[in-house]
């Protein structure tokens, strides 16, 4: 018999924006003789509680109709003023704009499924102005990411990586101007700052790889500062060529590309899989004995290093025995990983190195 998978369950404790509505009792209230026992007074306790969930429109409009008056003889209009704190908003509140760039940038909802909806709900709101409003917005952030630009350049570790997006802008220069532009793509950039007490996430979408704003981060690292290490897949593209870092490489995107050739190629890559699960397996084991970093660390060393050499001296013996081309998909796995064999293997030198990129992916 199969288990049925159960939702998520969730106290009443969890819903902190609620809307309380206390009712009074119909009949009783605190100090009153007990109706059933006649001999005791009642006193307040805690109160029961019923959680009912209600819809409504993201976002609501507010029409205020302000009463007119005309005289009959001379024809003068005498209009009702506006409360000063709604004459001095704007048309379009803080809060809207802060509900729109929720959906857009948090719950991936599209300006123009938005614009869809809200038209549905009759509150049309058209996709060019949620844009404008996403804009005001991230003008009055603006001043809070360059400071944690700042600080995330500060980090101990720096993960990045990259994604395709569209901007329609570039993607019309890119037509009208195609013979002009030397880089065509589009990228989102994930750089997440580790240090000490806190974690950074920054976001860039434009023309630039992981690399290069990864650079432009670093420099605002200030001067003196140990040089930070930095986790990412062993593409040319992440890496920062203006700066000094310690990079290491994602060892589950390396397991990834022997996975990928697992059954035409189950043998030789089967062993690979496993002897990097052992590594992971060690790491996990060790978090969950509550290990601190340095105990982690000198964990891999005894551990994880003679693991790594073996899997170093099988994968080498492939290619020198002749039992896989260089230019096969397992010998290309192969050399991925001996060609980037320092940054797959810095956790083993290096205190505090992670050993994939999925924190950031």
Sequence with gaps: KKNKRRGKRFSVKDYKTAIVTKIAHHSLQAGCRCPLCQSGNLRLVDPGVVLRIIGQPWLQAHLYE???????????TFTAKL?????????????????????????????????????MLETPISDNVLWEMTRDVAICLEPIFETLIKEAAKGECLHNDDTKARILDLIRENKLKKDEIERTGIY?????????????ALFFTGRQHAGENLSDVLDNRPT???????????????????????????????????????????????PVIAHLNTIFSNEREAKEE????????????????????????????????????????????????????????????KSGVPLDNNADE
């Excluded at 000063?84 to 123009?112: H, M, N, Q």
């Design 188 to 200: 989102t950039s994930a750089i997440l700052s580790k240090l000490s007490d806190k974690q950074i």
């Design 224 to 270: 003196g500062m140990p040089v930070p290490t930095q986790m990412c897949d062993a593409s040319n593209n992440n890496t920062p060529k203006e700066h000094e870092i310690d990079e290491a490489n994602c060892l589950a995107h390396l397991r990834r590309k022997f996975y990928e050739i697992a059954e035409i190629w189950p043998t030789y890559s089967l």
């Design 66 to 76: 302000l009463e007119r008056f005309r005289c009959n003889t001379c024809g003068k």
């Design 83 to 119: 409360p000063e704190d709604i004459a001095r908003s704007p048309k379009y509140d803080k809060t809207a704009k802060a509900i729109v760039c929720l959906l857009k940038y948090r719950g991936g909802f599209p300006f123009y499924r938005q614009e869809s909806l809200q038209t």
């Design 290 to 349: 509550e290990c601190d970093e340095s105990e982690i660390f000198e964990m891999h060393k005894n551990k994880s290093a003679p693991v790594m050499n073996d899997l170093k001296i099988y994968c080498k013996g492939l290619i020198d025995d002749k039992k896989t081309e260089p230019n096969s998909n397992l010998g290309k796995a192969i050399n991925y990983m001996l060609n980037h064999w320092e940054g797959f293997t810095l956790f083993l030198r």
